[in-house]
């Protein structure tokens, strides 16, 4: 590990919390298997969460210069490197007597690596959903490795994890990833489950695998945990990298997931949808559904775009049907008002309202997933009944659930630059020798993050955060929460990952928020 400060002293910790996976998505226990940590502590309360290095398992290793440094395309940049002190801090408002906090390694080319680029020989796999991206990065990794450090051994594993022990290997060269950005998708295929730590590792030693780069949601990411504690127990000079991948944002610490930008742009079609239907008919209603299963940021972000939205229900803001301030009476006053209205719901939303409405059960997909019952079909039927019932006035819903289509497009022009920067640092990465890391951005700059900071809880909108009293303001919804629900759910809340100036700390201001 390179040194932070001359004054800092470097701590080991065993962590004490094994990592959390799901038996039923990795096909095996952890048994003992612990995520360690490396703290660095400093003056003035700083920390530094530090990801593993090879050589912390694996002596002597030979170093190599960094081929970047001849590389023509950087040879207008004024520093090659990132330096070896640059750390990220966590927190970006602080006050004038505040700690330093946590930091994490910056990522980026260090002037050593640790592996001659003519010996690598690296894969990559995608496992999981679909999320636009998902090639862009793909791409990125292959030419990074290709164009920066000459790297020319570069394969695909084929459908997600299970493809290291039972399907075939893809050749990756830049030819046979020129212009796969331009599709959605995925071209190495993807699958949910399969993960048997000891085959995945047996494969990726037999075929000399020693660079592997992991793209996938918080499941996928503990599976790599799992793969680098087996790799680093085995002694081998194998790399293991994380690209966090969630279409619904919902991964801690980092800035934003690769995209979440594409889907909340092209959730704006549906929408439009929903507004020209809507407004085509008295007293029409569109109902947009949008993905959102644990994490609303989709439908909230999609909802303040859009600005044609008169209602947003995520899964973190409970809401109830019948009665005084509940969505039917608002359904009510808004076409009595306006005449027609647009409703966007995420599919986790109202869960608890559904199950018990239909008794279901709680079943799993084969990631450990609760699959979940149809909630955007459900609440339009029962929007129907009650005004069936009712015979207060004849209404037009349409339902939209464009869900499918959202996960398969392309990346739009923004992810597209956010993948290249999450992969370009993911191949920088693992030549300089860290391994156990995830990448991704922390307050605007990318950061090599360990894996269990970002699989130990999810991200969530919080609803006590300003964020969400603007939705509230500009659809002019109610909270569906008494004053008294809203001030316990600001105790009980964990602060928000993405921290700004827009955590409320009055209580008068939360009560200000309550439009119902």
Known sequence: MGSVDQNFVAVTVLGSKK?????????????SQQQKQKIVTGDGGYVLEDVPHLSDYIPNLPTYPNPVQ???????????????????????????????????RRAGPR????????????????????????NTVIREIVCGLYYMYGVKRVMGIDGGYR???????????????????????TILGTSR??????????????????????????????????????IRRRGLNVSVAGIPKTIDNDIPVIDKSFGFDSAVEEAQRAISAAHVEATSFENGIGLVKLMGRDSGFIAMYATLASRDVDCCLIPESPFYLEGRG???????????????????????????????????????????????QDVGLWISERIKEHFSKQKKMLINLK????????????????????????????VHGAMAGYTGFTVGPVNGRHAYIPFNRITETQNKVVITDRMWARLLSSTNQPSFLRTRDIIKAHKEEEPPTQLSDDSITDDNLMEKQVLC
């Open 163 to 185: 493809g290291f022990y039972s399907k075939n290997i893809i050749p990756l060269t830049p030819k046979v990833v020129n212009d796969i950005h331009k599709r959605g998708g």
């Open 326 to 372: 509940g969505l039917f009476e608002y359904i009510e006053h808004r076409l009595k008002e306006n005449g027609h209205m647009v409703i966007v719901i995420a599919e986790g939303a109202g869960q608890e309202l559904v199950s018990e409405s239909l008794r279901c059960t709680g079943k799993q997909d084969p990631s450990g997933n609760k699959l979940l």
């Open 193 to 230: 489950g399969g993960h048997v730590t000891k085959k995945i590792v047996d494969s990726i030693q037999d075929r000399d695998i020693n660079q592997v780069y992991i793209i996938g949601g918080d499941g996928t990411q503990r599976g790599a945990a799992v793969i680098f504690e087996e």
């Open 111 to 134: 002037q050593k690596v640790y592996f001659d680029p003519e010996d690598v020989h690296a894969c990559i796999v995608t496992c999981g959903g679909l999320c636009p991206g998902l």
């Open 19 to 31: 990592i959390g996976l799901d038996i039923s998505s990795m096909g095996e226990a952890p048994n």
């Open 399 to 426: 339902y939209i659930d464009p869900t499918y289509m959202i996960r398969a497009i392309p990346s739009n022009a923004s992810d597209n630059v956010y993948c290249t920067l999450l992969a370009q640092s993911a």
């Open 70 to 104: 001849d590389n023509p395309s950087y040879s207008v940049v004024k520093q090659y490197f990132v330096d070896e002190d640059d750390t990220v801090a966590q927190k970006i408002v602080v006050h004038k007597n505040s700690p330093r906090g946590i930091h994490f």
